[in-house]
């Protein structure tokens, strides 16, 4: 499935004064199987489109598409966008099973699949993230990188036509970090779903992505594979932030 | 397209209605009533309710049980608040939970273990009235009873406030040389002063409208009784005026206390400790 | 640190005298034979006599009913007020924040008299209309009794939920938005679990309050024995009747189902605790 966002705009209002405008005429097609990387400083915007993308925020003015369909009038709910939030955001009353099963659980009743299709795609999930055996245990009983991979496959119980991550390894650990990217690259590799994920951290970016978008202040200053972008950056913006 | 954690509109108008109509309903027209029915005869009828020898002697009293009250609590609320704070005991847990126990039980138990010491057939009382001392039905045990309801308020604002602050500015003190009072005085006092204020407002609201207790302790001997123990005998012998005369007082102590509690708490200056833990 | 033996000696010095006396006097008191009682068995038979006798059993279903029933109203007003001062936006939401409160600061007397004087059916602001119409009667019944304790019991409810909403991180709401769940689906599978704790301990709060209370009730209840009597009334008729070792058991009763509610709300709060990984 590709996602494609046309001319999105966005301004957050702060009390009183010249709105910020978060997101200026952002254009991009993200083909379909692609793992792509959002960089950019905090600020930048790439957050934002992310949510957008999701459902959680509304654009000022802009569409997005899903494949063939335009999704902008259908909200969060509707579109089946799977999101990993940087923090989690885990029920921390479920075990891990009840929190992976529940997109299945909350589906609408014609579509809702009977308790053996539930058990089975969990237990095909927890297989993938490497947590067998962890059905029942709490959230609060998990490190942080179990956590990311229980948030991870809880997102993909729904089968959702695209993936988008928030800074997902934002809370853990460097070496955590590392293990997990190495991770999340072979995951892509096996799932072919398309993803996009939002980081500040350029290595990462680059280490993972097949094409990576840099940010600035609301707009898109450049978008290529990361060789590309070392060798030709586009402006002196882009220049002087890989340099770092 | 709504925002996917917005609630319905029409759950939103129903709760802010419900909440609305309950607030008025319930808490408003009550408080207004007794405004209203207080000043019905005019403003210089209102003056002689209040001057009234039965309504100035229960005002006294209530005065003067308040004089006593709160400052012993405050005290104790500062004690008890420094031992916890910045000492490990064993013990402690049981001693919060101490404090925590006339929040949980009635006032009228309040009244009842000291009628049960103090009173004729209590364990003292044969003791006492062969002395000719005079506590039950008398200053003492009000004071004991008010005195047993409203001791958890300062140590409530003061613990947490005290945790949250921390040890390390008295130890630095500890290091250049200060004592115990110095300590306190210099160093604590400042930083505590403001949660010191907002138990002892609470505590002497209690205190001055405390019912239950103080109907064990008092009995009804018209000279002997505080405010709202007046306010019931007015009621019960339908002198509904000088009951409402003297209860608007009252509200109008609840509403400084309230006024006081709610400046200090939008100043940050105190926790709302009428949130249970 | 200076202090130690001060602070703690005066704080368990004025503990001992304003609780722990008395209280151990309270218990004392149904075991201490009396002239009336002469052996310890006769008085711990007056006590439990008195405790289960048919008027103490009626003081306590009403008692314990009423309050029950006030707290599960309070349960139910208590979080559609918390819920709207805590996530929606509107004209007055910090007066009204302030004005629950109320209950709490004011004196339960003028509480009791505010309520009669509304309720009752001479005279009454309200009373009077809803007898002539209705034919309900409020004030001196049971439910006048309700009322008052929905009147006083009413903070905490909305006060101890309200620090549990504004923690609730809206992420897991977003997420679960994401997975396809509607509002309603939202609430009942990700957000009501997680309030349902701190609602469990502001109704038992709100209840154990209600059990206590006294001040209020004087004055909307007729307080006839069997019918409209609460148990603390029936503790200071005993005390008037200089039946002190009936008044105590009375109060030991009372005393044990305080404690019975605190050591419930303690349970409540360190599985929610546990849960949550907090502990």
């Given at each position: 499935m590709s996602v494609a966002v046309s001319h999105i705009s966005k301004r957050f209002e702060t009390h009183g004064q010249r709105a910020i405008p978060a997101l200026r005429n952002v254009s991009l097609e993200v083909k379909t199987g692609e793992l792509l990387a959002l960089l950019g400083p905090s600020g930048s915007g790439k957050t934002t489109l992310l949510r957008i993308i999701a459902g959680l925020e509304i654009a000022d003015a802009g569409r997005v598409t899903f494949g063939k369909e335009d999704v902008t009038e259908k909200s969060a709910y509707e579109r089946k966008a799977g999101f990993v939030f940087q923090a989690y955001a885990l029920f921390q009353h479920m075990t891990v099973f009840e929190n992976i099963a529940f997109g299945l659980r909350v589906l609408p009743r014609k579509k809702r699949p009977d308790t053996k299709a539930v058990t089975k795609r969990v237990t095909e999930l927890l297989k993938l993230i490497q947590l067998e055996g962890y059905e029942k245990r709490l959230p609060s009983q998990l490190s942080g990188g179990q956590r990311q991979r229980v948030a991870l496959a809880r997102s993909l119980a729904i089968e959702p036509r695209v993936l988008l991550l928030d800074e997902p390894f934002g809370a853990l650990?460097?070496?955590?970090?590392?293990?997990?990217?190495?991770?999340?690259?072979?995951?892509?590799?096996?799932?072919?779903?398309?993803?996009l994920f939002v980081t500040h951290d350029q290595d990462e970016a680059f280490e993972l992505a097949d094409r990576v978008v840099i940010f600035n202040e609301g707009r898109i200053q450049q978008i290529g594979a990361p060789a590309e972008l070392r060798e030709k950056p586009a402006n002196d913006f882009v220049r002087s932030f890989l340099e770092v | 397209m709504r925002r996917a954690t917005a609630d319905h509109w029409l759950a939103r108008y129903l709760f802010i209605g419900i909440l609305f109509a309950f607030v008025l309903f319930f808490l408003i027209f009550p408080v207004c009533v007794v405004v209203f029915e207080a000043f019905r005869g005019g403003f210089a009828m209102y003056l002689s309710y209040l001057t009234a020898p039965h309504s100035l002697s229960a005002i006294r009293l209530t005065l003067l049980v308040a004089l006593a009250v709160v400052p012993l609590n405050t005290v104790f609320g500062v004690c008890a608040a420094w031992a916890v704070t910045h000492f490990k005991f064993r013990g402690k847990a049981l001693l919060i939970s101490l404090i925590e126990i006339p929040l949980w039980v009635s006032p009228v138990i309040g009244g009842l273990i000291f009628a049960l010491i103090f009173g004729r057939q209590g364990f003292l009382g044969p003791w006492l009235d062969a002395h000719g001392i005079q506590i039950m039905f008398a200053y003492p045990a009000i004071v004991l009873g008010t005195a047993f309801v409203t001791f958890p308020f300062v140590a409530r604002g003061l613990i947490p406030l005290m945790q949250s602050q921390g040890n390390a500015e008295e130890e630095a003190a500890l290091t250049l040389g200060a004592n115990g009072w110095q300590l306190f005085w210099r160093v604590s006092f400042p930083k505590i002063k403001w949660g010191i204020l907002y138990g002892m407002i609470l505590c002497n609201a209690r205190a001055m409208g405390e019912f239950g207790a103080v109907s064990v302790l008092a009995g009804s001997v018209d000279d002997r009784i505080t405010m709202p123990l007046q306010i019931e005998q007015y009621y019960l012998n339908f002198n509904l005026p000088q009951a409402f005369a003297l209860a608007s007082l009252l509200l109008l102590l609840s509403a400084v206390t309230l006024a006081i509690k709610i400046g200090l708490e939008w100043l940050r200056l105190a926790p709302n400790i009428a949130r249970p833990h | 640190m200076p202090g130690f033996h001060l602070t703690l000696g005066f704080t368990i010095f004025y503990l001992s005298a304003i609780v722990l006396i008395p209280l151990g006097a309270l218990v004392l008191k149904t075991v201490t034979p009396t002239a009336d009682y002469p052996s310890v068995f006769t008085v711990v038979g007056h006590v439990v006599r008195v405790a289960t006798d048919v008027r103490a059993l009626d003081s306590y279903r009403l008692s314990f009913g009423l309050s029950f029933t006030a707290a599960l109203f309070n349960a139910f007003f208590g979080f559609i007020a918390a819920w709207a001062l805590t996530r929606y936006r509107f004209h007055g939401r910090r007066v009204l924040d302030a004005l629950v409160d109320l209950p709490f600061a004011m004196p339960t007397s003028v509480a009791g008299l505010a309520l009669t004087q509304v309720f009752s059916n001479n005279g009454g602001y309200l009373g009077q209309l809803l007898h002539e119409w209705f034919g309900w009667q409020i004030a001196y019944t049971p439910w006048g009794i309700l009322i008052a304790l929905i009147f006083i019991g009413f903070p905490f409810v909305v006060r101890t939920l309200q620090p549990v909403l504004d923690d609730l991180a809206v992420e897991v709401e977003e997420a679960a938005a994401c997975l396809g769940a509607n509002r309603w689906q939202t609430f009942r599978r990700v957000i009501f679990p997680a309030l349902s704790p701190a609602l469990l301990t502001g109704v038992m709060l709100a209840f154990g309050r209600g059990v206590g209370e006294y001040g209020s009730i004087v004055f909307i209840s007729s307080m006839i024995p069997y019918a409209t009597e609460i148990t603390p009334q029936l503790i200071i008729i005993k005390l008037e009747e200089f039946d002190y070792v009936g008044a105590a058991g009375l109060g030991l009763a009372m005393l044990i189902m305080s404690f019975a509610i605190v050591a419930t709300v303690n349970l409540v709060q360190h599985y929610a605790a546990k849960r949550k990984g907090t502990t």
């Open positions: 650990d460097a070496r955590v970090r590392k293990d997990l990217r190495k991770w999340l690259r072979h995951f892509h590799d096996q799932t072919h779903l398309t993803s | - | -």
